[in-house]
């Protein structure tokens, strides 16, 4: 098993940052890509950033050149860097996992932006 833990989120104003943490423990061996996605209120949860146990990153559409995916491995915790934030980054931001045949999520941390 494997246990993530969010941390990071608050209220900011449009344009401000933040940044968001996950950290890891438990049965991390198992781990080969860590993620971070976000769901709004009605809608579907969505790919925020990604970054492969080789340091391969990849972001969605609306987020490439404002967020950042990076990681400490001696900590075991995976960054979210997010800057020029819009309002309608508003969402909960969970930090997902991949080991293989499981896929491992954390609870949440949520993230508001003011107009």
């Known amino acids: 098993q494997v246990q993530l833990v969010e941390s990071g989120g608050g209220l900011v104003q449009a344009g401000g940052s933040l940044r968001l943490s996950c950290v890891l423990s438990g049965d991390i061996w198992r781990i080969w890509s860590m993620e971070w996605h976000r769901q709004a209120p009605g809608n579907q949860r969505e790919l925020v950033a990604s970054i492969t146990q080789g340091g391969i990153t990849t972001y969605g559409n609306s987020m490439k050149g404002r967020f950042a995916i990076s990681r400490d491995t001696g900590k075991n915790t995976v960054f979210l860097q997010m800057s020029s934030l819009k309002p309608e980054d508003t969402a909960v931001y969970y930090c997902?996992?991949?080991?293989?045949?499981?896929?491992?999520w954390g609870r949440g941390t949520q993230v508001t932006v003011s107009s």
């Open positions: 997902l996992a991949r080991g293989g045949q499981d896929d491992y």
